[in-house]
């Protein structure tokens, strides 16, 4: 199958790896781009000590296209010059200011690398095409972690609809299906998260991977009482205390200070990024930045982190988006892929045929 973004990429099939931090690895990274689509890092979380080490890691593990996601704003910033030094075939970048954005464009396409926007809403989209963004991800309500409002049944065609360049959907998307419907309605492929962080070479706690399994669709809650900012995580007894009672001071002291070393951020840095972050979001319609937003966003960070990389869904918080509630099992990443593509193309096949009587 060939769309604008295989063609964009140089990859076969026109799916994506969601950067998703403590879930996308180097590993799993390279088994996305070596099973031909496209592998992206989730590099805020490894800064700027660690994100070159990354990068050799997974060319290391493959010849492949593949990608870094920057969200400009968490303890990112300084790494962002490495990864264009590095000369990362894609860099996908979320949040962060048009002047800044725009700067990183320019640096990417004068080594000849390809940027890819995450968005929200329309006018976010249009901006983006017009800083030289050439494709962006277009993130549905459905999604794991932050989105926007609107559902993928709207939002994908709207944009779509109104744009030059490629979309990929976003949020939801886990088989063929899924992959059909985003063609029909104007996307040039899809990004999986959850989908692809369930399969055998994720790093992921096997406890954490069974719980995808085992969810429906009715088991996720989206609130920006997590970290300032709407967040979409796996309904549980952790996630209806900080939506229903004050936060702790101790568990707000402590998970700043966890966040602090994670990002090899000063106090300083730390406080900046948080109200940043809340900036960002308040130009999608939320309200103004308040000091409880810093301390959301410390607590938050802490607990995603407890869920993915300590293996405990039960005291920490973890993301995850509605399409989880279609995950039935843990293949290969190539197994994944290869049978959404035959399912894709059935579909597409069968709606021809009967399109012509």
């Given amino acids: 199958m060939k769309t604008r973004m295989t ?10 790896l969601s950067g998703m931090n403590w879930l996308t690895t180097p590993k ?99 901006r983006s095409q017009q800083m ?20 993928a049944l709207v939002l994908l065609p709207t944009i779509a609809g109104a744009l030059k360049i490629p979309v990929i959907g976003a949020g939801g998307y886990v088989d063929g299906k899924s992959l059909a419907a985003a063609l029909a309605l104007g996307a040039d492929g899809i990004a999986m998260g959850s989908r692809l962080a369930a399969t055998k070479e994720a790093e992921a706690a096997d406890s954490i991977k069974q719980i995808w399994v085992n969810m429906t669709e009715e088991d996720t809650v989206i609130d920006p009482t997590f970290d300032g900012i709407n967040c979409r995580v796996l309904r549980n007894k952790k996630a209806d205390e900080l939506m229903t009672k004050r936060l702790p001071l101790f568990d707000v002291m402590w998970a700043g200070l966890a966040m602090k070393e994670e990002l090899k951020l000063t106090y300083p840095e730390m406080i900046r990024t948080a109200l940043n972050m ?75 045929q009967k399109a012509d009587g």
């Fill in 7 to 16: 063609e964009l990429f140089g990859i076969k099939y026109p799916i994506m």
């Fill in 28 to 126: 799993l990274v390279a088994a996305v781009s070596n099973a031909g689509g496209l592998g992206v890092l989730a590099g805020s979380q490894y800064g700027k000590t660690r994100i070159k080490d990354a990068i050799k890691e997974i060319r290391d593990l493959t010849d492949k296209p593949f990608g870094i996601n920057m969200t400009l704003g968490i303890g990112a910033r300084e790494a962002v010059p490495m990864v264009i030094e590095e000369k990362v075939p894609v860099f996908n970048y979320a949040l962060g200011r048009p002047p800044e954005i725009e700067k990183i464009i320019q640096d990417v396409h004068a080594y000849g690398g390809k940027v890819i926007g995450t968005v929200a809403m329309l006018k976010h989209a249009l």
């Fill in 132 to 151: 030289g963004a050439d494709i962006l991800i277009v993130t549905g309500y459905e999604a794991a972690s932050h989105s926007g409002n609107v559902g």
């Fill in 278 to 352: 809340r900036n960002m979001q308040a130009g999608v319609g939320g309200g103004k930045r308040k000091w409880a937003d810093v301390m959301r966003f410390a607590i938050g960070g802490s607990l995603f982190r407890k869920a993915t990389v300590g293996g405990d869904p039960v005291e920490g918080l973890l993301m995850a988006g509605q399409g989880a509630g279609r995950i039935k099992d843990i293949p290969t990443v190539k197994e994944l892929l290869d049978r959404t593509m035959v399912e894709a193309e059935q579909i597409i096949s069968e709606m021809k």
